[in-house]
């Protein structure tokens, strides 16, 4: 048989392919592999055997994110009829990975899309369909069904179920279950654009929000329709999976009543109107601490450049692309109690970008490229006479890490700065570790290698130490 390799995928499926491993930190070929196994229906063949073990192998082997708020919850999935019910099986298995309990419920539509059988192995439990099945109502009641769930999740949700929803209908197990919760209800809806932007649609939404329903998505994009395009798209799983953690985390918020604001990711300084001068930053590192931040109870609004990761859940993010536009956003977030700057800020921009595409022609020379300074983000609000309580920078250094990490902590006006070495041979840029010397005006502390979220993490922790040290000397 033909091997396939992702090198000989034409450039359209290549990029989209790239997207979605970025979107789901995984290798362009994990992703195809788990695509293909999907596709051909890998799930169903699995045997279905009780209690648990037919739970999906964590991918590579590894617990893909312990410190998930939602583990050991239980979810109830509702599947209805649309395209987009494919995507339920990854979101079941990345829930099941991160130890959620999901019991789906496919309505008679969904059940067009997706099998019980596929549905009933990934998540090791029983499906449930029909309102009026004997067995149902002897086994699992409508009423405990929902009482056994922490939070019910649609997905997707058609613009039919939505109206059933809005209007308190009860004619199928679905919206039964829906309208006998008291549970907390997250909704992806999924539908085409038109449908989505009709006026019974944008009614029966507003009247969802106002209930205290959650919603997630729908995204712009291409349809499954040819030639069709807009809003519509159902939320991508992970960015389910992350809005689900949100809602379901109990921990503690030690920076509750706290704002933060943190930039992240690269800058593009156009050169004309399709070149751009950019960095190697994959804003992984700043969006991880955003998070982090948001899960410790901050108020985080979160300033990015560029960057083919999806915005974390619970937070507020500003999208920019070049650094004045970085630092106009990171200015007008001010007042704040903590700025983190991570963002690999583009030092220098062109002196003025093209306004047609530079043309190469014979006769004339190569062009010169004339250059003129950034502002510094770091050095602005580290100086300005709002400044938060505590400033963060970030060092990307390739030698003299800690004389030159203090250098950016006296120049910027800097509490701390987390220094980073990042010549080459580390991988750190693009990649999924840091090795961190937390610079402080009292001292250094040196970090062991961690990952970007375990950086994030500890991060954090030293950011609510300061606030419990700082508020209880006040
Ligand atoms: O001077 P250097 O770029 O190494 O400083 C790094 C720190 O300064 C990072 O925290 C980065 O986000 C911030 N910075 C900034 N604006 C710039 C340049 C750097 O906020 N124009």
Same mark, same amino acid.
């Given at each position: ?87 339920? $099986? ?299 309580? $505590? ?84």
């Amino acid at each position: 048989m033909a091997s396939i390799t992702v090198r000989n995928l034409d450039e359209t499926v290549k990029q989209a392919l790239r997207l979605r491993a970025a979107r789901h930190d995984r290798s362009m070929e994990e992703e195809a592999r788990l695509l293909l196994a999907d596709g051909v229906g890998e799930p169903d063949q699995r045997p279905m055997a009780a209690g648990g073990s037919n739970l999906p192998k964590p991918v590579g082997g590894a617990d893909p994110d312990h410190a998930y708020p939602a583990r050991g919850k239980r979810i109830l999935l509702i599947i209805g009829g649309g395209i987009a019910a494919y995507k339920c $099986l990854d979101l079941i298995r990345r829930l099941r990975e991160r130890g959620v309990s999901v019991r789906p419920v496919l309505t008679r539509a969904g059940g067009e899309f997706v099998t019980p059988l596929s549905l009933g192995a990934l998540a090791a439990d029983r499906v449930f369909t029909d309102l009026f099945d004997r067995e149902d109502e002897h086994d699992v009641g409508h009423i405990r069904l929902s009482r056994e769930a922490d939070l019910i999740v649609v997905a997707p949700a058609t613009a039919d179920f939505l109206a059933k929803m809005a209007g308190g209908h009860a004619d199928d197990l679905a919206s039964t279950v829906v309208l006998a919760s008291d549970k907390p209800i997250l909704v992806a809806p999924a539908m085409n654009p038109k449908m989505w932007q009709h006026p019974a649609t944008v009614r029966n939404y507003a009247t969802l929000e106002s209930d205290g329903v959650h919603f997630i998505g729908p995204e712009a994009g291409e349809m499954a329709e040819s030639d069709e395009a807009g809003t519509g798209r159902m939320a991508e799983p992970m960015a389910i999976v992350e809005r689900i953690g949100v809602l379901l985390d109990t921990g503690p918020k030690p920076l509750a009543g706290r704002i933060a604001i943190v930039t992240s990711g690269p800058t593009h300084e156009p050169i004309d109107p399709v070149r751009y001068i950019a960095n190697r930053s994959s804003g992984k590192q700043g969006h991880a601490i955003a998070a982090a931040l948001a899960r410790a109870g901050a108020q985080v609004k979160l300033i990015s450049g560029p960057v083919n990761i999806a915005d974390p859940a619970g937070v507020e993010v500003i999208h920019v692309e070049t650094a004045r536009q970085m630092h106009e956003a990171a200015l007008g977030a001010l007042p704040a109690d903590i700025a983190v700057m991570v963002a690999a800020v583009a030092d220098w921009r062109t002196d003025g970008a093209a306004d047609e595409k530079i043309k190469k022609t014979a006769s004339e020379r190569t062009p010169r490229l004339a250059l003129v300074e950034n502002p510094d983000i770091l050095a602005a609000v580290g100086h300005h006479e709002r400044r938060p309580c $505590l400033v963060v920078g970030f060092a990307a250094e390739t030698e003299k890490i800690d004389k030159h990490g203090r250098g950016k902590l006296e120049r910027k006006n800097a509490d701390w700065i987390v220094a980073n070495d990042v010549s080459p041979e580390t991988g750190v840029m693009g990649g999924d570790a840091n090795t961190i010397r937390l610079i402080r005006r009292d001292g250094i502390e040196a970090w062991p290698t961690l990952s970007k979220q375990a950086v994030a993490e500890r991060l954090t922790e030293r950011v609510v130490d300061y606030f419990a040290e700082n508020t209880a000397h006040a």
